[in-house]
């Protein structure tokens, strides 16, 4: 079975430095895969290459297809979606006009289902539809930036630190969405900080360490890892889980 992200000796470059060197990566139907390491090691770099954002060196296929030639919106169009670090939300629109945007390219019909899914799946962006986006609390931005991103119904979503500032109670929400998506036949390739949180529900995982991927495995495995447990999930010091 061929994967539905595959991503092949990837470079990207900023000037004449290199953020990513050498990655390979792939993300299958129905997976959960998560790309942990710390602040500056290339993710969200590498996330906006795969977008088409930055230019990327090496190769990227999806569904089949080689992205090389195609700009964001071919890619969007094929089913691959970003949610962005800072969630770029309109602020003074409301939710409901906020999702409609991410529907744009939907026909009238698709559009009701869509509004059904993402209300179905973050029932307080339905409580919430009048509100303005700029009023939300950080939680609720960050549902409201993963429903407009599931409005266009991906095969593939992406997400840049869906836990970024957020309450623990609220990332343990975000993550159970997370887990859903992927019941609902809906892949997930998931950059995180919080690596415990992200191996909890990953199936497979990726550490990055200054541009390259230094280990990768199961999930359980990679969080069972010594050097993992040491630098990335702080059991060093509290011991805790923290979701
Ligand atoms: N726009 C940019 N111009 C130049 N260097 C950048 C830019 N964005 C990020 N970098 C550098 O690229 C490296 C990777 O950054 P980034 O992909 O943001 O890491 P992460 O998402 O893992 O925190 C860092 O060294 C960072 O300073
Ligand atoms: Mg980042």
Known sequence: ??????????????????????????????????????????????????????????????????????????????GLSLVAEHRELFWTMNVEDNLLLGAFRSARSATASSFERVYALFPRLKERRKQLAGTLSGGEQQMLAMGRALMGAPRLLMLDEPSLGLAPIIVADIFR?????????????????????????????????????????PARDIERHEGVAASYLGFQHTGESAI
Not at 45 to 50: C, D, F, H, K, P
Not at 55 to 70: E, K, N
Not at 186 to 210: G, P, T, W
């Open 1 to 78: 079975m061929s994967a539905l992200l595959s991503v092949a000796d990837a470079h990207v470059a900023y000037g004449k430095v290199e953020a990513v060197r050498s990655v390979s990566l792939e993300v299958g139907a129905h997976e959960i895969v998560t790309i942990i390491g710390a602040n500056g090691a290339g993710k969200t770099t590498l996330l906006n290459a795969v977008m088409g954002v930055l230019p990327l060196r090496g190769h990227v296929g999806f569904a089949g297809q080689d992205l090389a030639q195609l700009e964001i919106e071919d890619r969007v169009g094929l």
């Open 177 to 217: 969405t997370v887990g859903e998506l992927r019941s609902a036949g809906v892949s997930v390739l998931l950059v995180e900080q919080n690596a415990q949180a992200a191996l909890k529900i990953a199936d497979r995982a990726y550490v990055m360490e200054l541009g390259e991927f230094v280990l990768q495995g």
